[in-house]
């Protein structure tokens, strides 16, 4: 999926089983500008995105990484909220944030621990972060899927003593 002021749906999670055939989709996606809703995409993604109508199995991981070149300009005052039903719903949530037109800080709580957010300066510096993303992604679905339990994300706002930001190990 690809997000502005609106989320398109560009494949869905079963468009493809090979992982050249994704990787050339995900090239042929076309990027407009516009505005920036971070909370309308969490919201796509977790109701329909990750719905078993469009690929999502039982027993596999659901990771979404969200890349922006912009601070959250439509519904921001949701965004962590969705941020938050987004990561209790068993999203884990990564966040790349390219140029320095954004909010930092907001992208490390929308990603599920702040070592979950990414930083580049230019677009054509993705393909850098590309090798650790891939490394963190399915370093994380291996662990998840054998996990029988796991400690939830922390969820912004959550001031409970000995609450934690930091990944559980």
């Known amino acids: ?7 398109e749906m560009v494949f869905s999670l079963d468009a ?10 995900i090239n042929k996606v076309r990027i407009r500008g516009g505005e920036t809703n971070i909370a309308g995409a969490l919201r796509y993604g977790r109701e329909v995105m990750f719905s078993k109508s469009h690929g999502a199995r039982p027993g596999v991981p659901k990771i979404l990484i969200l ?8 519904e921001e ?7 938050n039903l987004t990561k209790a719903a068993n999203v884990i949530i990564y966040t790349v944030g390219v140029t320095d037109r ?11 621990y702040p070592e979950y957010y990414f930083f580049v300066s230019h677009f054509t510096q993705l393909h850098g972060i590309l ?17 029988a339990t796991r400690s939830q994300p922390k969820m912004v706002g959550d001031m409970s003593p000995g609450t934690s930001a930091s990944r559980p190990v």
């Open 77 to 83: 005052s949701n965004t962590l909220q969705e941020a």
């Open 1 to 7: 999926m690809k997000f502005n002021e609106y989320v």
């Open 102 to 112: 954004l909010d930092r800080d907001l992208l490390q709580k929308i990603a599920s």
């Open 67 to 74: 890349v922006t070149d912009g601070t959250s300009n439509l």
């Open 16 to 25: 493809y089983h090979d992982g050249d055939d994704l990787l050339d989709a």
């Open 131 to 147: 090798q650790e993303l891939i490394n963190r992604t399915c370093t994380e679905a291996v662990t998840t899927t054998k996990a």
